[in-house]
């Protein structure tokens, strides 16, 4: 990764672990550290918890900082080292969103809030569904990205409709999940965004399989020989 790219990433992956050090003496010893769907806490525990919580993030963050941009270089796939430059793009999506959850978590328990404000971060995901969607378009064919099954590992045709497809859906949808985060009841929010992914997910794996059932009858080959 560039080392421009490098300077303005890093110190986002740190920010979540810096911020709770400034916000230490302001968070009571007792937090909430897990949510219901209805946003109202249901389990608490010491703040260290909460430590814990926000450095296996920032390691997390930190990982795929790391390792997605370089995961090409392992991929046998010939097409996978023109997946360079998106890879970087999602690796940046991937680190703001992590950090976005992580200022909510330390934000919510500084606050001492019992009833989690889960619209901003599941817009958040929306906005990162969006990029996703803006990369998926044209992925080129790999094993660690995309939508990898069978019959779009093994024919580029339909890895090729299947992904631009999937962008298309999966941009529309962050865009909806944007839109239904800040105008449904925060207790439904959650359950719509769910429903979302998995109807965004599903409709291309569908296309995907009836394209190369379609290809399958017409050529009489299974997926092994496509």
Not at 9 to 28: D, F, N, R, T
Not at 40 to 57: M, W, Y
Not at 149 to 162: F, K
Request: proline share 5%; glycine share 6%.
């Amino acid at each position: 990764m560039k080392k421009w790219i490098s300077l303005f990433v890093l110190p986002i992956i740190l920010a979540p672990a810096a911020y709770l050090w400034k916000k230490w003496a302001e968070i009571p010893e007792t937090v909430p550290v897990h949510y219901g769907l209805d946003g109202q806490a249901d389990r608490f525990g010491p703040r260290s918890e909460l430590l814990t919580i926000v450095l296996i993030l920032t390691g997390v963050n930190l990982l795929a900082f790391f390792f997605l941009p370089r995961i090409y270089k392992i991929d046998p796939r010939k097409t996978a080292s023109d997946n360079k430059s998106r890879l970087k793009g999602i690796t940046v999506a991937t680190v703001l969103l992590l950090s976005v959850v992580g200022f909510v978590i330390v934000e919510n328990a500084g606050a001492q809030q019992l009833n989690f404000q889960a619209k901003w971060l599941i817009a958040a995901v929306g906005a990162f569904w969006c990029v996703l969607g803006n990369y998926m378009y044209n992925l080129k064919p790999n094993y660690f990205a995309g939508i990898r099954l069978p019959w779009t590992l093994n024919n580029e045709e339909n890895w090729r409709l299947t992904h631009r497809l999937a962008g298309k859906i999966w941009f529309a949808s962050g865009l909806l999940i944007i839109l239904l985060a800040f105008i449904m009841p925060d207790n439904r929010v959650p359950v719509a965004f769910l429903i979302i992914v998995f109807i965004s997910i599903l409709i291309p794996v569908i296309y995907s399989y009836r394209h190369f059932a379609k290809n399958k009858n017409n050529t009489g080959i299974d997926a092994s020989g496509v």
